[in-house]
């Protein structure tokens, strides 16, 4: 079984910075793909961004040049940094992981999800 351990939420005006973290625990093969998703009031889930075991990175053209998808392979952590933060990034942000990765990204696990609001 695996665990998905989210840290890093909160409140932060617009322009403001954010990091979250994202502590996988459990079987976890070496070849995988972590990511996190939002979910806003109304809307429907979306892919933020993710991130394979050897590095290679997806993004949402919404936060292309403004958010940072990173990993720990030896802490299997990942990590969101998210920079000039708007409100329409407001949202629950959910880590995933896709614990058998070949070509497309397809998360099996979840986190509980940690809460983004960016308002002044």
């Known amino acids: 079984q695996v665990q998905l351990v989210e840290s890093g939420g909160g409140l932060v005006q617009p322009g403001g910075s954010l990091r979250l973290s994202c502590a996988a625990s459990?079987?976890?093969?070496?070849?995988?793909?972590m990511g996190w998703y939002r979910q806003a009031p109304g809307k429907q889930r979306e892919l933020v961004a993710a991130?394979?075991?050897?590095?290679?990175?997806n993004y949402a053209d919404s936060v292309k040049g403004r958010f940072t998808i990173s990993r720990d392979n030896a802490k299997n952590t990942v990590y969101l940094q998210m920079n000039s933060l708007k409100p329409e990034d407001t949202a629950v942000y959910y880590c995933?992981?896709?614990?058998?990765?070949?070509?497309?990204?397809?998360?099996?696990?979840w986190g509980q999800g940690t809460q983004v609001t960016v308002s002044s």
């Open positions: 995933a992981l896709d614990s058998s990765y070949a070509t497309m990204f397809a998360p099996d696990y």
């Open positions: 991130i394979t075991s050897g590095g290679s990175t």
């Open positions: 459990g079987s976890i093969f070496s070849i995988n793909a």
